[in-house]
């Protein structure tokens, strides 16, 4: 078994490297963007430029925005301490109170409502993996393994922007 996959597989089911915020280059890019504004004292021309164009009046809120998504940026699995581990999340206050290594081994998967904060992005995706890794285990799983996002193209794929394969 592939210790790795076991590793990047969230108590959950999703797999933490299809994350748009898992040591993702948009958030590098992010990164590049805000320091060579800051650089370029952009500020200044947003506030001349304001005369001109009032969308310019905007320039702040975008800074304030550019950061939030600098900050979603995650470094760790949550298995290791990352991602969803740094909030309260449900499952895996679930799972490590039962002692499980993911919510595949429980009884109550199915009818689980502590999926339901995942929804907007991911879907009914966690729930089905767990119920694939329960069926099937981890052999091969980066093969199975649904969608991250319900927007994502492929299912199984690596998200696009990670930049680990």
């Known amino acids: 078994m592939n210790k790795l996959l076991i590793e990047m597989t969230a108590y959950c089911g999703l797999f933490c490297r299809d994350c748009l915020r898992y040591e993702s280059e948009v958030i590098d890019k992010a990164k590049s963007l805000l320091s060579a504004l800051e650089e370029r004292k952009f500020d200044q021309y947003a506030e001349a430029k304001m005369q001109f164009d009032s969308s310019f009046e905007d320039y702040p809120l975008f800074i304030v925005l550019l950061k939030k998504i600098i900050a979603l940026e995650c470094k760790k699995s949550c298995r290791q301490g990352g991602g969803c581990s740094a909030f309260d999340c449900p499952i895996l206050k679930c799972c490590l109170e ?67 394969p």
């Open 98 to 164: 039962k002692q499980y290594e993911g919510c595949w081994q429980c009884e109550r998967l199915t009818d689980c409502d502590k999926f339901d904060f995942l929804k907007p992005f991911h879907g009914e995706n966690p729930q089905k993996n767990c119920i694939d890794l329960r069926n099937n285990g981890f052999d091969n799983f980066d093969l199975r393994k649904r969608a991250f996002y319900v927007w994502d193209e492929r299912p199984g794929m690596n998200y696009k922007n990670s930049k680990k």
